[in-house]
């Protein structure tokens, strides 16, 4: 579970790296469909990259695999234990 949550860190670290103007923090987590929204709202004329793309749609089946794994038992034992939320 830390894994997936690191990974999720590390792609929006990625994707804020290479779109400064939407102003994501190092480390956080947010909603992937709010970010889309954002760099759209951000950059009208442009086309997003094919790689800004493809970090969204990681995110995406990340926080679904994610949010998946900590509603099954046994995982949601550990996750509840642990401290886990759903992103």
Known sequence: ??????????????????HPEIGLI?????????VLENLKKQLPQEKLSKKS?????QLKINKYQYNKLIKKAPYNWI???AGF???
């Open 79 to 81: 996750a509840k234990i």
């Open 1 to 18: 579970m830390q894994q997936k949550l690191n990974f999720q860190r590390e792609l929006f670290s990625k994707l804020g790296l290479a």
């Open 26 to 34: 190092l480390g956080e987590i947010a909603d992937p469909e709010i």
């Open 53 to 57: 793309l493809e970090i969204i749609r």
């Open 85 to 87: 939320q759903p992103i």
